[in-house]
């Protein structure tokens, strides 16, 4: 069984300015990916960054990147030079082997201009 | 990105009546999908997973004959919702994945659904 937890229910930030979103999960898996979904106010999912628990490397994508604590279960996404179109809520993610996503309760993300 | 459409966008329908649900895959085969429920301001919550030509697994408390999916090709899976009612009122998106776990899910638009 997976599950995945988001503490913060609401962040705001101010445009150009960086936020970190926290994320820690549990899972039996030995193989399992990490995902971080944005579901803007169109309520349209959308990916925003993955993380293979095999590989030690941080994920990063543009101004998104991650930072992935195995032993510890956490997976926290950070967002720099905040945008306002970065107003979305955001979901943590994790999939078993089967390929089942479990999402975290979701933060919801304010960037102020 | 793969494109995942979802129709229709919105639905009302009246009490006892049924409503059927589409996901299809533009551009891509999709050897599973997904359906989640997710309440106002809550998570997506996962009711059931849909292989090509197999039964759906539906997650526990879900009742199957209530939710039926159908996953008759590679690029459409339903969701049909029996004898709706008020309670069944929610936001249900589907999503579909081509090949492995870590690969990327597309999800489609989302159903509002309104039983009155």
């Known amino acids: 069984a997976q599950t995945v937890t988001q503490s913060q229910p609401e962040m705001s930030v101010q445009e150009a300015e960086t936020v970190t979103l926290s994320c820690t999960y549990d899972?039996?898996?030995?193989?399992?990916?990490l995902f971080w979904y944005k579901q803007p106010p169109s309520r349209q999912m959308i990916l925003v960054i993955r993380?293979?628990?095999?590989?030690?490397q941080n994920a990063t994508e543009n101004r998104f990147s991650v930072n992935f604590q195995k032993a510890a279960k956490s997976f926290s996404l950070k967002i720099s030079d905040s945008q306002l179109g970065d107003t979305a809520m955001y979901f943590c993610?994790?999939?078993?082997?089967?390929?089942?996503?479990?999402f975290g309760a979701g933060t919801q993300v304010v960037v102020t201009p | 990105g793969a494109v995942v459409s979802q129709h229709p966008s919105r639905v009302i329908c009246k009490s006892g009546t049924s409503v059927k649900i589409e996901c299809r895959s533009l551009?891509?085969?999709?050897?599973?999908m997904f359906w989640y429920r997710q309440f106002p301001k809550k998570s997506l919550m996962l009711m059931a997973t849909?292989?090509?030509?197999?039964?759906?697994?539906?997650e526990q408390g879900v009742e199957k004959d209530k939710f039926l999916i159908n996953h008759a090709s590679l690029t459409l899976s339903t969701l049909t919702v029996t004898s709706a009612h008020p309670e069944d009122s929610s936001f249900y998106i589907c999503?579909?994945?081509?090949?492995?776990?870590?690969?990327?899910?597309?999800f489609g638009q989302g159903t509002r659904l309104t039983v009155v």
């Open positions: 993610a994790s999939t078993d082997s089967w390929g089942k996503l479990q």
């Open positions: 899972t039996s898996e030995n193989n399992y990916y």
């Open positions: 993380q293979e628990a095999y590989k030690q």
């Open positions: 551009d891509f085969q999709a050897t599973t």
């Open positions: 849909s292989n090509e030509g197999s039964k759906a697994t539906y």
């Open positions: 999503s579909a994945r081509a090949a492995g776990p870590g690969t990327e899910a597309f």
